[in-house]
């Protein structure tokens, strides 16, 4: 386990903390001085892997502190702070920050004391540039795989960084692909890509895109903590009653490559499934592809059978892993994690968000399997009331069965009706009359305000396991993504369903229990879940 100060503590800044970069035993106890507090949960979570010794990138944290006040983000974006933990990642790797040969690259993320999905910016290969995409060809032998993520790159760094607008990007997109996935252009396509991103950025923007890794890792810094301060993120702090004054931590770690092609990807994993509480591994994975892919809600991914029978090796050790987290931090989980040529990486493990049917179930299961004790389950499900361990099922009218306009994958469970809105502005004005269901290309946590006012969510894109997808959980509101039947005419004001046309405004109906889409406002009935709920009468009667 490596956060420690080691014999060189006094060589580190205050505030900066080590996870993965030294080869000390695991098992070690954590250091007095760390807390969730300081390092932001994700990375607290990132240093508790390391110490169970499963596989994680060697990364640095910069502490919450630094994001008290402006004074202290200008000293986070300085070398004399990020400089010793480059130092570290360098020797753990190594690879050497901004070296043209052997050449180190690195994500920054951020992270809170309390877990928001999505609220926050991440950017991904940092340190690479002209200099360094040599240096990337001759470590991989993988031309695409540089190509692609020079492109990635700057795309990121275009639209979070430098305020560059998606659909500069998007039409030169499909100027080179057309209406083809990503994945299937090859690298001379790529190349031409990122050569198009670079004349998009400084066209934009009347600024090159920065080729100094130095100066990459330094804005990327800045970005991350001011991102705190985002409206999503301001607006998830307000709807669930945070404090804004913890601020995030930043952490800077080693880069997996989940896009080095057809043994590697990208993926989130629920150790049990967030909908009903059912105590097997619930994953989506996207081969070749990064981690924002699947958590962004602009792709569609594959659930876990894939990843099962593609990789056995890979998906082994990711159930040994969940039952390792699952046992030491005693509840259900949300990893994310990458696999770059056969090999899992883990990068970060949080308690996942779950359906009052699930929570019921984990912590009536975990009792039973001895993972927690009674009072922790009592603790976990003191919130639920018998009325929230319920099924709701369409009702047959006069025997008939309804069609369903199209299947989606189920984010959350429930039925529900209402009136379509294709916009944030349209949800809260109808919401505030009625029940109003939000229809969205992407599962975009930019959305977030349009779902509180929202009864139900359909999604195009995204996956089960997309950021947005999380929220609207969390929010107990249905949940329905990676619809490919669905499309949005949004200058009409109109989507289609193959050949059903609904208007912005016709009441539509989404089944989370079976990702069934229904044209109208359809009738239900509720069912108790009898048996979850006789479990946790007995377990409040101890």
Same mark, same amino acid.
């Given at each position: 386990m ?20 030294d ?11 760390v ?6 949960f ?14 994680v990138p060697?990364?640095?944290v ?8 402006d004074?202290?983000?200008?000293r986070?974006?300085?070398a004399?702070?990020w ?5 570290r ?6 690879r ?7 050449p180190?690259?690195v ?32 470590q ?14 700057i ?6 960084v ?17 209406s ?28 090159p ?16 903590l001011?991102s705190?301060?985002?409206d999503?993120?301001c ?14 931590a ?8 989940g ?13 049990r499934s ?17 981690g924002?892919d ?5 792709r ?8 099962a029978?593609?990789?056995?090796p890979?998906?082994t050790a ?7 987290? @699952?046992r %030491? #931090?005693?509840d259900?989980?949300? $990893? /994310?994690?990458?696999? *770059?040529d056969?090999?899992l990486? +883990?990068? =970060? ?6 359906s009052?049917?699930?929570?019921a ?12 004790t009674?009072?922790?389950a ?8 018998l ?7 369409l009702?047959?009218?006069d ?12 984010g ?6 209402g @009136?379509? %809105? #294709?916009?944030?502005?349209?949800? $809260? /004005?109808?919401g505030? *009359?009625?029940?109003?269901?939000? +229809?969205? =290309? ?12 929202s ?8 996956t ?17 993504v ?9 200058v ?16 539509v109906?989404?089944?989370?229990d ?15 879940l009898?048996d +979850?709920? =006789? ?5 409040r009667?101890?």
């Amino acid at each position: 386990m490596s956060t420690q100060r080691e014999d060189a503590a006094s060589a580190l800044p205050d505030h900066l903390y080590l996870i993965g970069c030294d080869a000390g035993s695991p098992q070690r106890p954590l250091p007095a001085d760390v807390s969730a507090q300081m390092l932001g949960f994700k990375a607290f979570n990132l240093l508790k892997m390391a110490a169970l010794g499963l596989r994680v990138p060697p990364a640095f944290v910069l502490g919450t502190p630094y994001c008290g006040s402006d004074e202290m983000r200008a000293r986070a974006t300085g070398a004399s702070v990020w400089r010793a933990g480059i130092s570290r990642l360098e020797r753990a790797t190594g690879r050497r920050f901004g070296d043209p040969r052997v050449p180190l690259f690195v994500s920054v993320r951020s992270g809170a004391p309390v877990s928001m999905p999505g609220m926050m910016d991440t950017l991904l290969n940092i340190g690479l540039c002209e200099r360094t995409l040599g240096g990337l060809l001759r470590q991989t032998g993988n031309p695409r795989l540089a190509w692609d993520t020079y492109r990635r790159l700057i795309r990121a760094w275009g639209e979070l960084v430098s305020g560059v607008p998606e659909h500069a990007f998007d039409e030169e997109y499909k100027r080179i692909a057309g209406s083809r996935d990503e994945r299937s252009l090859d690298f001379t396509e790529l190349r031409t890509l990122a050569h198009r991103y670079l004349a998009v950025h400084e066209s934009e923007t009347g600024k090159p895109f920065p080729q100094d890794p130095a100066a990459q890792l330094e804005a990327a810094i800045s970005q991350v903590l001011a991102s705190w301060h985002s409206d999503r993120a301001c607006e998830y702090r307000r709807q669930f009653g945070l404090d804004d004054t913890p601020g995030t931590a930043v952490t800077v770690q080693t880069m997996v490559f989940g896009n080095a092609g057809g043994r590697s990807g990208a993926g989130v994993a629920f150790t049990r499934s967030p909908l009903d509480g059912e105590p097997a591994l619930w994953a989506d994975f996207l081969f070749n592809a990064q981690g924002e892919d699947v958590v962004s809600g602009r792709r569609v991914a594959r659930g876990h059978e894939t990843l099962a029978q593609a990789l056995p090796p890979v998906w082994t050790a990711l159930r040994d892993s969940a039952a390792a987290l @699952e046992r %030491a #931090l005693g509840d259900m989980q949300d $990893i /994310e994690f990458t696999v *770059q040529d056969g090999q899992l990486y +883990l990068l =970060q493990t949080r308690a996942g968000k779950r359906s009052a049917r699930a929570a019921a179930r984990i912590a009536l299961d975990m009792l039973d399997e001895g993972l927690i004790t009674a009072n922790v389950a009592r603790e976990r499900t003191a919130s639920l009331d018998l009325a929230s361990l319920v099924t709701v099922r369409l009702a047959n009218e006069d025997g008939q069965t309804a069609t369903p306009l199209a299947h989606a994958a189920s984010g959350n469970v429930g039925v529900t009706s209402g @009136e379509i %809105a #294709l916009d944030t502005k349209r949800a $809260i /004005e109808r919401g505030a *009359q009625g029940a109003v269901v939000l +229809l969205r =290309q992407d599962a975009d946590t930019a959305d977030i305000a349009a779902l509180q006012a929202s009864t139900g969510l359909l999604t195009r894109n995204g996956t089960r396991t997309a950021h947005a997808a999380v929220v609207a959980r969390q929010m107990g509101k249905v949940c329905l993504v990676g619809c490919p039947d669905l499309v949005i005419d949004e200058v009409a004001r109109s989507v289609r369903f193959g050949d059903t046309t609904l208007r912005e405004g016709d009441p539509v109906t989404l089944d989370g229990d079976t990702g069934a889409v229904y044209a109208g406002a359809m009738q239900t009935v509720t069912e108790p879940l009898v048996d +979850l709920q =006789q479990r946790l009468l007995r377990l409040r009667s101890q």
